[in-house]
């Protein structure tokens, strides 16, 4: 039995040359590789290389699905642009883990879930999609490691035994700013590690508005002009070096961390029992609500049925002798969707004799007509399904 297992890494800050893409190369013939980027599919067998190794090395991002549940995201950020004390408090055992290298600090967000039906998620583009965060880690924006530790305690809910009980009491960590308006990289995240919205929208409620105050254009343009010559010129080497993406970063973490002030984080207060017991009161209320909109659609729908079929009965009433002429007239045609159309008429002037009570003359000529059609098998059975 074949397993699907599909791999993609991405270099951001600085392309591979072509040493670094032969020695890539030889870990598999069949990938797709570029300066930027390696993407390959497996069904049968396994990938030959090591993803921690290449992401210390090469890349900046990589991802890893298969088909038995596993979700895995690595995103590599320079030292100087993440520190790991701030990365610690969003640790999760096996789920949200971190390490360093002599340069860099390798995030490492992982999603299992065996039950998971995951058989209509395309992986294409979506690394593409997730690596956004890196950038927004880099420049102080601290959401991604709230979603991955959020995601990390909702396997909870759909597995009881992803910890231990006394799990209930961790508290949470601190909560940054901005979770009720996600952006297009964290939300693609949160999908890609199965982050429940009800939960996500629970743990929202302690995080206070983000700043806007940093995303001002002309803010960063004074930043800019302030910065000096010889630096600038630097920077501008840099650039032409293949590096504008890693300046880019820098310049943004730099300008955030001086030009603009510290957005609020909400204090850590919540325990994971309280997200979780609330998550799941949300949850059953949601679901309560829309078990009686729809009910009350359906009686609704049923009412306007009903009302449809007493202006069919009224019509019905105003021709009687038309109607059972045309039965008759349907029958004739020896036609099986005629015969239906036939046994759909009759079925109205049953209803329609019974609240005019005339039942006993309804029954009387229906009996007429199966005894003058006994031969004709294909009729007597629908008439037969349809209690005439």
Same mark, same amino acid.
């Given at each position: 039995?074949?397993?699907?297992?599909?791999?993609?890494?991405?270099?951001?800050?600085?392309?591979?040359?072509?040493?670094?893409?032969?020695?890539?190369?030889?870990?598999?013939?069949?990938?797709?590789?570029?300066?930027?980027?390696?993407?390959?599919?497996?069904?049968?067998?396994?990938?030959?290389?090591?993803?921690?190794?290449?992401?210390?090395?090469?890349?900046?991002?990589?991802?890893?699905?298969?088909?038995?549940?596993?979700?895995?995201?690595?995103?590599?950020?320079?030292?100087?642009?993440?520190?790991?004390?701030?990365?610690?408090?969003?640790?999760?055992?096996?789920?949200?883990?971190?390490?360093?290298?002599?340069?860099?600090?390798?995030?490492?967000?992982?999603?299992?879930?065996?039950?998971?039906?995951?058989?209509?998620?395309?992986?294409?583009?979506?690394?593409?999609?997730?690596?956004?965060?890196?950038?927004?880690?880099?420049?102080?924006?601290?959401?991604?490691?709230?979603?991955?530790?959020?995601?990390?305690?909702?396997?909870?809910?759909?597995?009881?035994?992803?910890?231990?009980?006394?799990?209930?009491?961790?508290?949470?960590?601190?909560?940054?700013?901005?979770?009720?308006?996600?952006?297009?990289?964290?939300?693609?995240?949160?999908?890609?590690?199965?982050?429940?919205?009800?939960?996500?929208?629970?743990?929202?409620?302690?995080?206070?508005?983000?700043?806007?105050?940093?995303?001002?254009?002309?803010?960063?343009?004074?930043?800019?002009?302030?910065?000096?010559?010889?630096?600038?010129?630097?920077?501008?080497?840099?650039?032409?070096?293949?590096?504008?993406?890693?300046?880019?970063?820098?310049?943004?973490?730099?300008?955030?961390?001086?030009?603009?002030?510290?957005?609020? !984080? /909400?204090?850590?207060? +919540?325990?994971? =029992?309280? &997200?979780?017991? *609330?998550? #799941? $009161? %949300?949850? !059953? /209320?949601?679901?309560? +609500?829309?078990? =009686?909109? &729809?009910?009350? *659609?359906? #009686? $609704? %729908?049923?009412? /306007?049925?009903?009302?449809?079929?007493?202006?069919? &009965?009224?019509?019905?009433?105003?021709? %009687?002798?038309? /109607?059972?002429?045309?039965?008759?007239?349907?029958?004739?045609?020896?036609?099986?969707?005629?015969?239906?159309?036939?046994?759909?008429?009759?079925?109205?002037?049953?209803?329609?004799?019974?609240?005019?009570?005339?039942?006993?003359?309804?029954?009387?000529?229906?009996?007429?007509?199966?005894?003058?059609?006994?031969?004709?098998?294909?009729?007597?059975?629908?008439?037969?399904?349809?209690?005439?």
């Amino acid at each position: 039995m074949s397993e699907y297992q599909y791999y993609e890494f991405l270099a951001e800050d600085r392309p591979l040359d072509e040493q670094a893409q032969a020695e890539v190369r030889a870990l598999s013939t069949r990938a797709e590789i570029t300066d930027t980027s390696f993407v390959n599919e497996y069904h049968w067998g396994d990938f030959r290389g090591d993803p921690d190794e290449l992401v210390e090395r090469y890349y900046d991002a990589h991802l890893h699905l298969t088909d038995w549940g596993t979700r895995r995201v690595l995103l590599r950020l320079p030292l100087t642009l993440l520190d790991p004390a701030s990365v610690e408090p969003y640790r999760v055992d096996d789920q949200v883990e971190w390490w360093t290298t002599d340069e860099h600090l390798v995030l490492d967000l992982a999603n299992d879930d065996a039950e998971a039906e995951d058989g209509d998620y395309d992986p294409t583009g979506a690394l593409s999609a997730i690596i956004g965060v890196r950038h927004e880690l880099a420049t102080g924006d601290h959401r991604a490691l709230y979603l991955a530790w959020l995601a990390a305690y909702g396997t909870w809910e759909r597995d009881e035994c992803a910890f231990d009980r006394e799990a209930d009491n961790d508290v949470e960590p601190p909560v940054p700013p901005g979770l009720r308006a996600l952006t297009a990289p964290q939300r693609a995240l949160a999908g890609f590690l199965r982050l429940d919205d009800d939960l996500l929208a629970v743990a929202a409620e302690a995080s206070p508005p983000r700043d806007r105050t940093a995303e001002d254009p002309e803010r960063l343009a004074t930043w800019l002009t302030g910065l000096p010559a010889a630096e600038k010129d630097r920077l501008l080497l840099r650039v032409v070096r293949n590096e504008a993406a890693a300046v880019r970063t820098e310049l943004l973490h730099r300008f955030h961390r001086e030009a603009a002030p510290a957005g609020a !984080t /909400a204090p850590p207060g +919540r325990t994971v =029992a309280d &997200l979780l017991d *609330e998550t #799941a $009161r %949300r949850r !059953t /209320a949601r679901h309560d +609500r829309e078990a =009686a909109e &729809l009910a009350e *659609e359906e #009686a $609704r %729908r049923e009412a /306007a049925r009903a009302a449809a079929h007493e202006r069919r &009965l009224d019509r019905l009433a105003e021709d %009687r002798a038309g /109607a059972w002429e045309r039965v008759h007239a349907l029958i004739a045609t020896y036609k099986p969707a005629d015969y239906d159309t036939a046994v759909e008429l009759l079925a109205d002037l049953r209803a329609l004799a019974r609240r005019d009570g005339r039942t006993a003359e309804f029954t009387r000529r229906c009996a007429t007509l199966r005894d003058d059609y006994a031969r004709r098998p294909s009729l007597v059975e629908r008439l037969n399904r349809a209690n005439l």
